[in-house]
């Protein structure tokens, strides 16, 4: 359980923290057998392009 909360506080470190001092970013999942785009952006700007499962990250990070 500890490894996975790891994962998720480290996520929301890049998330919160990091994100927005790089020039562009692009989150994925890796859930099946590819990686999908979840979404892209610019700092705090997002476009997501798989809302579903953009949403259900994002409320991943906030039941820390």
Do not use: C
């Not at 996520?11 to 890796?30: G, K, M």
């Amino acid at each position: 359980m500890s490894l996975i909360w790891s994962s998720l506080a480290a996520l929301t470190a890049v998330w919160h923290h990091y994100r927005p001092l790089v020039n562009s970013w692009q989150l994925f999942a890796n859930t099946g057998e590819g990686f999908d785009l979840l979404a892209t952006g610019k700092g705090h700007q997002v476009t997501e392009t798989a809302p579903d499962l953009f949403m259900r990250f994002i409320a991943s990070l906030e039941s820390l």
